[in-house]
């Protein structure tokens, strides 16, 4: 490839995203000015935990922080659905707004309420593109069909089937889509015929299936990352580490200009 292609990736990682996904951006910028090309964002939004949307806001007084989260509609979602599946329950933008002004300023706090997103992925990305965190960054969503057709087949996957009355994302191995409950309790589901546009890899898959797609010359790997990418699996690629960041997993609430 003649171009430079620099990629990060992400799960929806909060309302105002963690300061490493901010780190990894900057990374990415910076590079980008040495080796010119494009900055793509790999955003998977096909994970389902609900923990990684927290959003951790110090006080702007010296109070004590807050850790906020999504109000999702009912339990088979918040434990099993995709990101880009979750709906946001009528009325959690409205009540959440009316606390964010003892963490953020006015203008962060009016852009919030000013998402109308209702899922939690689209949600997530309309904030980081509203907060200007995006500009001229191309996104690459894991939930996409076409990304997912375009996508290399993998044995270590997630797929999106129906469970009491909504979509789940269950881990599919040796002919057996199993949920976890928690510790050693799992839920196994009833086989069902699946195509490429239901499958998401799990996680030491998601290298050589985003690469498949994005086929990117330099990626940007978070501290999480360095420890389970298969980089000998993509020798094409130069792998770059985020700029180290202190309070890492608080939320970044800058607007960028």
Request: charged share 25%; glycine share 8%.
């Amino acid at each position: 490839m003649s171009v430079p292609r620099i990629c990060f990736g992400q799960q929806p990682c909060g309302f105002f995203p963690k300061r490493f996904l901010w780190a990894k951006i900057v990374t990415a910028r910076r590079l980008q000015q040495e080796i010119g090309g494009e900055i793509v964002f790999f955003y998977h939004d096909s994970d389902h935990d609900p923990r990684e949307t927290r959003t951790l806001l110090p006080s702007r007084s010296g109070g004590q922080p807050v850790q906020l989260n999504f109000a999702f509609a009912n339990s088979v979602q918040r434990k099993w659905s995709p990101l880009y599946l979750k709906r946001i329950v009528p009325g959690w933008v409205a009540q959440t707004a009316r606390q964010l002004p003892a963490y953020v300023e006015k203008p962060q706090a009016e852009l919030f309420r000013g998402v109308t997103a209702g899922t939690v992925a689209d949600f997530c990305l309309e904030m980081y593109q509203r907060m200007g965190l995006l500009e001229g960054i191309r996104v690459v969503r894991s939930s996409d069909p076409a990304v997912r057709r375009a996508a290399c087949p993998v044995s270590e996957c997630f797929v999106d089937i129906p469970h009491a009355g909504e979509i789940v994302r269950a881990r599919f191995a040796n002919g057996l889509f199993r949920l976890h409950e928690g510790g050693d309790r799992y839920i196994d589901l009833a086989a069902t015929p699946f195509g490429p546009e239901q499958v998401s890899p799990a996680r030491d898959a998601r290298l050589r299936w985003m690469q498949a797609v994005v086929q990117c010359t330099h990626y940007v790997a978070g501290a999480g990352e360095q420890a389970y990418l298969r980089t000998e699996e993509a020798p094409e690629i130069t792998f770059l580490k985020r700029y180290p960041i202190d309070r890492s997993d608080e939320a970044f609430t800058e607007i960028q200009c």
